[in-house]
């Protein structure tokens, strides 16, 4: 079986790329990074490729808010490749930053099919501070080929603009009902979503974490899949036994897109 073909876009200020990169070879895929002027060069290579990624970090230093210039430099020049890309089948994972620059493009929540025009943000931590700190968070897969199998799911979160917002409260649940809203933050202490703070870092309302479009193809998340890819990366995982580390969850999102290409 020939392996996938992952691509990573990095742009300036970006600063997740490799770990990401890492994190689809460590899943069975072939993974190379880009810089983002690379593909401006040559959009037909995207077609090269089965999985496009848009990393964390803070791309052209976020100046105008998180993801906003990458974001209209994609929906300028990339809206018809990206549209072509998904339809082929093409999957395609934002993380923390990348997620900000789906939602700001408007890939998600809608698809790639609506147009492209933005109908959420995400926008300032209730906390109004940047927040780092490892979330858990339970999976209602819906739709989403990354989820699939998952029931809760814990990694790190590290981020400042990661409040999940629609225009109404009804646009949300309709995302909901939807099957879209496939992350949600929980109290570790209940195991339920919660918009508390801080097993909540964001103050996302019904403690969205992430979401996906309606095809299952793209999905975001605020939370880094790639930071727990090794039981090695817990916090903890000195106090668990040798015959009995923590589970990698992060890698789960990586080997689950490979799986669905199969």
Not at 209 to 221: F, Q, S, Y
């Amino acid at each position: 079986m020939v392996a996938p073909k992952a691509l990573v876009l990095r742009a300036p200020g970006t600063n997740c790329d490799q770990e990401t990169a890492q994190a689809w070879k460590m899943a069975g895929a072939e993974s190379e990074i880009w810089h983002f002027h690379r593909l401006l060069e040559s959009p037909s290579k995207l077609s090269e490729f089965q999985i496009l990624t848009f990393p964390g970090g803070f791309s052209y230093g976020d100046d105008l808010g998180a993801g906003r210039v990458w974001s209209a430099r994609i929906h300028q020049t990339l809206g018809d490749t990206l549209r072509t890309f998904v339809d082929n089948g093409g999957l395609i994972l934002g993380i923390c930053n990348g997620f900000q620059v789906l939602v700001a493009t408007g890939l998600l929540p809608e698809g790639a099919r609506a147009g492209m025009k933005p109908t959420a943000s995400l926008t300032y931590n209730v906390s109004r501070q940047f927040e780092a700190r490892w979330v858990s968070m339970q999976v209602e897969a819906g739709k989403s080929v990354f989820l699939q199998g998952i029931t809760s799911i814990s990694m790190p979160s590290a981020h400042g603009e990661g409040r999940f917002m629609t225009a109404s409260p009804e646009e949300l649940t309709q995302l909901q009902a939807n099957g879209q809203v496939v992350l949600r933050y929980i109290d570790p202490t209940t195991g339920q979503p919660t918009e508390q703070y801080p097993a909540n870092p964001n103050g996302s309302p019904l403690g969205v974490a992430g979401v996906c479009d309606p095809t299952g193809r793209i999905l975001g998340l605020m939370p880094h899949p790639e930071r727990f890819v090794t039981p090695l990366h817990h916090p903890n995982w000195t106090r668990f036994p040798k015959n009995a580390l923590p589970s990698a969850d992060g890698l789960k999102l990586f080997t689950n897109a490979i799986a669905a290409l199969a």
